[in-house]
């Protein structure tokens, strides 16, 4: 007689939207439209409601922290390995009403190569930043460009001893310029409330600039103006 775990019937995996109420096509055009614009939870829920869903932003936050680190971690394997030149520095943001600090890597392509937030800005926040980065992306820079910050010279000269470390003025210009790009998205979110919940929209934003920008092989046959949604919807079926 064969056992109950030879006769057991395959089936496929639970989806992650299994259990929602509202279909995967409505969570997913939330949290892309919450990422990639400068929207509040409240303005996706009015948008929503203009086209016959009633859900309350309470809702739409939730499902931008469910989900956004979700098909962000669905879409690593499609992404393109970055450059090998990377341009450092930190920035910093409110989060419940008190300082934090963003350590941000871009490569010489515009590739946002990582987003870490920190409580603190020192020596052990950069260690931090850099051996992550390096465990995750299994890629050695062999130029890093930063700031003058006394913490750079001896993280580097241990984690990357034969990368060169540019320091010099200007020349992290292009870093503090994509700064620019996270700003103003932040703004309209009337308060990050807490650590968690600000790295996964600080990453999720990187997710979807590095997206627009052409460093995943999603949706390559769509229409560039309607790749990142088409890049979504494929990230949906595969969570």
């Known amino acids: 007689m064969k056992s109950a775990a030879r006769c057991r019937v395959w089936s496929p995996p639970r989806s992650a939207f299994a259990g929602f109420r509202f279909p995967a096509d409505v969570i997913v055009v939330a949290v892309r439209w919450y990422l990639r614009y400068g929207l509040s939870y409240r303005d996706v829920e009015e948008l929503l409601v203009e086209r016959g869903v009633e859900v309350d932003h309470v809702t739409v936050f939730r499902w931008v922290q469910r989900f956004t680190p979700l098909l962000a971690d669905a879409a690593r394997f499609t992404r393109r390995s970055p450059g090998d030149r990377w341009f450092v520095d930190e920035t910093y943001v409110k989060v419940n009403g008190v300082w934090r600090y963003v350590y941000r890597a871009i490569d010489q392509h515009g590739q946002v190569v990582d987003v870490l937030l920190f409580v603190r800005r020192d020596a052990a926040a950069a260690r931090r930043f850099f051996t992550r980065t390096l465990h995750t992306l299994k890629v050695m820079p062999t130029e890093v460009v930063t700031d003058a910050a006394a913490v750079y010279p001896a993280v580097l000269d241990d984690l990357v001893p034969a990368a060169w470390h540019h320091v010099e003025?200007?020349?992290?210009?292009?870093?503090?310029?994509?700064?620019?790009?996270?700003?103003?998205?932040?703004?309209?979110?009337?308060?990050?409330?807490?650590?968690?919940?600000?790295?996964?929209?600080?990453?999720?934003?990187?997710?979807?600039?590095?997206?627009?920008?052409?460093?995943?092989?999603?949706?390559?046959?769509?229409?560039?103006?309607?790749?990142?949604?088409?890049?979504?919807?494929?990230?949906?079926?595969?969570?």
């Open 169 to 239: 003025q200007y020349a992290n210009n292009a870093i503090e310029a994509d700064h620019g790009q996270l700003k103003p998205r932040l703004r309209p979110m009337r308060g990050l409330q807490t650590d968690r919940s600000a790295q996964v929209v600080i990453a999720g934003h990187a997710f979807l600039q590095n997206l627009r920008r052409g460093h995943y092989e999603l949706a390559v046959d769509s229409r560039p103006a309607l790749r990142v949604a088409a890049a979504f919807t494929e990230l949906a079926q595969a969570i």
